[in-house]
């Protein structure tokens, strides 16, 4: 049975996307079999793995609002052990379609709930707010998993997460947890960056991985050949520590 994990945080650009490819790759790499749902209607998650997509072929949204047999939208990843559920852009119209839905916050977990058997871990790549989609991955998960960048404003709008995740708590998912915080896009030389790990140390105490994933431009890089970090560059900085974040997780299990 998969161990769910939302990888959420309202603000965009803070690394969410990168985050749950590259965590999904190390985590099949040391012998997990994992599921990456790509919830963003802009789908960075399927595009960045190189996964074709046309009008013809069949998405998450299929199974939100048509309830699209799941099994038959996953498609394979260039790393064995690691499928993606896909995104397109007809996912930003769910938002609307779902609101007259009956168990409209359930729909994602439903649509898990058919396939987590087949996997040890199933990562959900949020879309950057806290609309119904964002609650949807948060009453489908057992945790979430918060890329905070450090940079200035970093911990702008996570109170409003936090705030979310309680009310999701309250209402549909009462065992939802805070996996932990990931800081993304550190640079040691940037004073800056150093005050951002101490104050979010300070808001998250006990709750911050060590692995702390820099800025490279490999990173950047990646996505465009369609590859994950341990593909592209698999010796960088930022491969070991989204190596190091996988082992991390797998401590937590």
């Known amino acids: 049975m ?9 603000k965009g650009g803070v690394g969410k996307t990168t985050t749950a490819i590259n965590t999904c790759a190390y985590l099949a790499a040391l012998g997990k079999y994992v ?51 896909p995104s397109a852009p007809n996912l930003a119209g ?15 977990k439903k649509t898990l709930d058919s396939v987590r058997t087949s996997y040890d871990y199933i990562l959900i ?22 890329p905070i960048q450090c940079e200035y404003y970093a911990l702008e709008g996570l109170g409003q997460l936090m705030h979310t995740i309680e ?29 951002v790990v101490n104050e979010v140390m300070k808001n998250f105490p006990g709750r911050v991985f060590e692995a702390m994933i820099p800025r490279t431009v490999s990173l950047a890089e990646a996505p465009s050949f369609g590859k994950t970090i341990l593909q ?17 997780i797998l401590k937590l299990s």
């Open 35 to 85: 599921l990456l749902v790509d919830m963003d209607s802009q789908a960075n998650a399927t595009i960045g793995l190189g996964v074709k997509m046309d009008d013809s072929y069949k998405n998450i949204y299929h199974a939100l609002i048509d309830d699209h047999n799941p099994s038959l939208l996953i498609r394979k990843t260039s790393i064995f052990g690691f499928d993606i559920m």
């Open 125 to 146: 790549d949020c879309p950057p707010s806290l609309g119904l989609l964002t609650v949807n991955a948060l009453a489908a998960a057992e945790s979430v998993l918060i």
């Open 167 to 195: 009310l999701v708590r309250q209402g549909v998912n009462p065992d939802l947890q805070v996996l932990g915080v990931v800081l993304t896009m550190y640079d040691k030389r940037n004073q800056l960056a150093h005050q």
């Open 94 to 108: 769910a938002t609307v379609e779902l609101v007259t839905m009956q168990e409209r916050e359930n729909r994602l």
């Open 2 to 10: 998969a161990r769910i994990i939302a990888i959420c945080n309202a």
């Open 232 to 248: 592209f560059d698999p010796g960088s900085r930022a491969a070991r520590a989204y190596r190091q974040l996988a082992e991390e």
